[in-house]
């Protein structure tokens, strides 16, 4: 079995737990959609960029409702958040082209959850060859876009499948 190394993450976990606050409730209180990086609004459930992705284009999909037990929320939100996922894979792929997704949920801090008190479903685009020496010996992790170009490159694709949804 080979084992993958993340060293970087634990700075961020440390961050976590000391936390006020849940970021994604303190986000939705913003109603600043751009500044928080929300990228699209559902009826139960919103998607985000993590501001501390793994890799360009990583979302996360959360419920307004600020829910700790993902196996008790309603059956409806669990089901458009499934559907949310769905329409995230497809427009990460037209944008962005990876090889591959990680779709996930780390539920309580043992799990690695950085917001344990607010369950959310990430979303992570992977390419052959993403992770590389950078992270191990420079303690550096490198993207090709910023938060903000991602936001506008993506929010288009959303924005389509919201006008959708009204219909």
Same mark, same amino acid.
């Given at each position: 079995?080979?084992?993958?190394?993340?060293?970087? $993450?634990?700075?961020?976990?440390?961050?976590?737990?000391?936390?006020?606050?849940?970021?994604?409730?303190?986000?939705?209180?913003?109603?600043?959609?751009?500044?928080?990086?929300?990228?699209?609004?559902?009826?139960?459930?919103?998607?985000?960029?993590?501001?501390?992705?793994?890799?360009?284009? /990583?979302?996360?999909?959360?419920?307004?409702?600020?829910?700790?037990?993902?196996?008790?929320?309603? $059956?409806?939100?669990?089901?458009?958040? &499934?559907?949310? &996922?769905?329409?995230?894979? $497809?427009?990460?792929?037209?944008?962005?082209?990876?090889?591959?997704?990680?779709?996930?949920?780390?539920?309580?801090?043992? &799990?690695? &959850?950085?917001?344990?008190?607010?369950? /959310?479903?990430?979303?992570?685009?992977?390419?052959?060859?993403?992770?590389?020496?950078?992270?191990?010996?420079?303690?550096?992790?490198?993207?090709?876009?910023?938060?903000?170009?991602?936001?506008?490159?993506?929010?288009?694709?959303?924005?389509?499948?919201?006008?959708?949804?009204?219909?």
């Amino acid at each position: 079995m080979k084992y993958c190394t993340a060293p970087w $993450r634990q700075t961020y976990v440390q961050k976590a737990l000391k936390m006020k606050g849940c970021i994604f409730c303190e986000a939705l209180k913003k109603k600043n959609d751009e500044e928080t990086f929300i990228i699209y609004r559902g009826k139960y459930n919103f998607i985000i960029l993590n501001r501390y992705p793994y890799t360009t284009g /990583h979302l996360m999909i959360a419920p307004y409702r600020h829910l700790k037990d993902f196996e008790r929320a309603p $059956r409806e939100m669990v089901a458009e958040a &499934a559907e949310l &996922a769905q329409v995230s894979l $497809r427009i990460l792929k037209k944008c962005y082209q990876p090889h591959g997704f990680n779709l996930g949920m780390n539920l309580g801090h043992s &799990a690695g &959850a950085g917001v344990a008190g607010h369950y /959310h479903l990430h979303v992570v685009p992977r390419w052959t060859g993403d992770a590389n020496f950078m992270p191990i010996l420079g303690e550096t992790k490198i993207f090709c876009e910023d938060l903000k170009t991602t936001y506008n490159r993506l929010r288009p694709y959303f924005l389509k499948e919201e006008q959708k949804q009204e219909k």
